[in-house]
């Protein structure tokens, strides 16, 4: 039995198994992607993804990982992020940014 935790898709830190996390579809539901490629990710960072992009971008411009990965704000974050600890919450609540 596997005893490692899972890995962030868009960090690549681990997510400890009693922390949230979330599967985020990489085309968006109402965009053509249900039943589409999944990947899971910590809650934190499912969450900066929807602050920060609408629907279409991530349907038109950011259905990968590696495309999330060059958005400027998402690397921004990525970058920060990754100097937190896996379990890492915040608890300032999230809002949609422009």
Request: glycine share 10%; net charge positive.
């Given at each position: 039995m596997d005893?490692?935790?899972?890995?962030?898709?868009l960090c690549g830190r681990p997510?400890?198994?009693?922390?949230p996390q979330s599967l985020h579809h990489l085309?968006?539901?109402?965009k053509g992607?249900?039943?589409g490629p999944t990947v899971l990710l910590h809650h934190l960072c499912?969450?900066?993804?929807?602050?920060?992009?609408?629907?279409?971008?991530?349907?038109?411009d950011?259905?990968?990982l590696e495309a999330l990965r060059t958005h400027p704000r998402l690397a921004k974050f990525v970058a920060w992020v990754?100097?937190?600890p896996p379990g890492f919450r915040s608890r300032v609540p999230?809002?949609?940014r422009r």
């Open positions: 005893d490692e935790d899972p890995i962030c898709g997510i400890p198994r009693d922390a085309v968006p539901k109402l992607g249900k039943g499912h969450r900066e993804i929807h602050a920060t992009l609408s629907e279409a971008e991530l349907a038109r950011y259905h990968t990754r100097k937190r999230g809002k949609r």
